[in-house]
Nanobody
Framework: QVQLVESGGGLVQAGGSLRLSCVAS????????MSWYLQAPGKERELVAI???????TYSDSAKGRFTISRDNAQKTVYLQMTSLKTEDTAVYYC????????????WGQGTQVTVSS
């Protein structure tokens, strides 16, 4: 079982920056693909960025060039550095861990609110 705890959300003006953190429990963090999702009010949850155990990253079109996902396996933490924030980035941001082994395993954090004001 893996528990994920996000932090770093808050209120920021458009054009500003925030760094989200997601700390995982357990001893197998490095094996997991880590990702960030967002869910805006009344909308479905959508992928923002992924970082694989290899360190390879993928971003949504909206996040490209503005957001950076990274991981520190020693600290069992994944980060999302967000810059040039826009009002449409306002959402709850969730951390997700998943891995394929003998079975598929998936875990979600509780979410952290990001609000971007104009």
């Amino acid at each position: 079982q893996v528990q994920l705890v996000e932090s770093g959300g808050g209120l920021v003006q458009a054009g500003g920056s925030l760094r989200l953190s997601c700390v995982a429990s357990g001893n197998t963090f490095s094996r997991y693909t880590m990702s960030w999702y967002l869910q805006a009010p009344g909308k479905e949850r959508e992928l923002v960025a992924i970082i694989f155990s290899s360190g390879t990253t993928t971003y949504s079109d909206s996040a490209k060039g503005r957001f950076t996902i990274s991981r520190d396996n020693a600290q069992k933490t994944v980060y999302l550095q967000m810059t040039s924030l826009k009002t449409e980035d306002t959402a709850v941001y969730y951390c997700r861990a998943h891995a394929w082994g003998a079975e598929f395993r998936e875990y979600w954090g509780q979410g952290t609110q990001v609000t971007v004001s104009s």
